[in-house]
């Protein structure tokens, strides 16, 4: 058992609210995820030149701070090119470079080898630790994040072990990333159809497959529709997938719709979480077209 959530804004007035108003949701799904909870945040997008990588480095040996400040003073020596800069919160940061990630990636793999490389992308910003909800949410900052929209996850290990890396949001790509409540009964078939692809996998968690083969999928020309209607014929097992892209949150249950979902929508944004008194405190809720989704139905928004 765990928690979904999300919300997009429809106006540009609320972007600067969208941290606050979800709080309130993650801590709603308290509850249904207390080991772990994470949270992809996605804004206006850098030029095509630069990306950002969200990276989180657990404490050091003495248990002080990673320092962000040498990481970075250490790759722009290193990658001139790269004209790196960091924006640290405790032991996560968001780099943002003006080069190729990949070297990026490479450098830090071989360099920072303990470092946890969470996301990349124009647009995404990505935390997830251990801890309940409420204890992630204040240790980053959530309540002042802002943005177009965003995914977020409690959750409940059943599979895997609870480590930062296992939490949700899982993310594959660039701007992608997939949270998840259930759990698949197929993950290591599908990791064995992706991997002779060259498709590297991170950890044992199941919802990493589902995240890797729709991903993939979108990178190989299915839009995002088409993506999510292959999925149905891929992944097998019980679960509710929330997505984020650069300006998309889509929405899909499996054919028999085992676990919940609820979804608000007014002329001011779309709010989804596994249970309604996650959506109970927002604006205009009251008034709000509120819906339960359709099994191996595809909801998708834009932002």
């Known amino acids: 058992m765990c928690g979904i959530v999300g919300l997009l804004v429809k106006k540009p007035a609320l972007k600067e609210r969208l941290g606050a108003l979800m709080v309130p949701m993650l801590l709603g799904m308290t509850e249904r995820g207390p080991d772990s909870a994470g949270l992809a945040v996605f804004g206006d997008a850098l030029d095509a030149s630069h990306r950002k990588l969200s990276l989180y480095s657990g404490l050091t040996a003495e248990g002080s701070q990673f320092d962000w400040a040498a990481l970075?003073?250490?790759?722009?020596?290193?990658?001139?090119?790269?004209?790196?800069?960091?924006?640290?919160?405790?032991?996560?940061?968001?780099?943002?470079?003006?080069?190729?990630?990949?070297?990026?990636?490479?450098?830090?793999?071989?360099?920072?080898?303990?470092?946890?490389?969470?996301?990349?992308?124009?647009?995404?910003d990505l935390y997830k630790d251990i801890g309940t909800p409420g204890e992630v949410a204040a240790r980053y900052g959530f309540e002042n994040l802002h943005g177009t929209h965003l995914v977020g996850h409690t959750r409940m290990a059943t599979e895997s072990a609870v480590t930062p890396d296992r939490a949700h949001p899982f993310t594959a790509g660039e701007d992608f990333c997939l949270v998840h409540n259930g759990s698949l009964s197929n993950p290591y078939g599908v990791r064995r159809k992706l991997e002779p692809l060259g498709i590297h996998f991170d950890t044992d968690n199941d919802t990493e497959a589902a995240c890797r083969f729709i991903e993939w999928r979108l990178r190989d020309g299915d839009d995002l529709p088409t993506?999510?209607?292959?999925?149905?014929?891929?992944?097998?097992?019980?679960?509710?997938?929330?997505?984020?892209?650069?300006?998309?949150?889509?929405?899909?249950?499996?054919?028999?719709?085992?676990?919940?979902?609820?979804?608000?929508?007014?002329?001011?944004?779309?709010?989804?979480?596994?249970?309604?008194?996650?959506?109970?405190?927002?604006?205009?809720?009251?008034?709000?077209?509120?819906?339960?989704?359709a099994p191996e139905e595809m909801y998708v928004w834009k932002a």
């Not at 003073?73 to 032991?91: D, E, F």
């Not at 943002?96 to 990349?120: C, F, G, N």
């Open 227 to 293: 993506a999510l209607q292959r999925s149905f014929d891929e992944l097998d097992g019980f679960y509710t997938l929330l997505m984020g892209t650069a300006d998309q949150l889509a929405l899909i249950r499996d054919p028999f719709a085992c676990k919940p979902a609820m979804v608000a929508e007014t002329d001011d944004y779309v709010a989804i979480a596994s249970e309604f008194r996650a959506l109970a405190h927002l604006p205009g809720i009251n008034h709000a077209n509120v819906f339960e989704p």
């Open 72 to 124: 970075v003073a250490a790759l722009n020596a290193a990658m001139p090119s790269a004209q790196a800069w960091a924006q640290a919160t405790g032991n996560h940061a968001v780099l943002t470079v003006a080069v190729d990630p990949d070297a990026v990636k490479l450098w830090l793999r071989e360099q920072h080898p303990k470092l946890h490389i969470l996301s990349t992308g124009r647009s995404i």
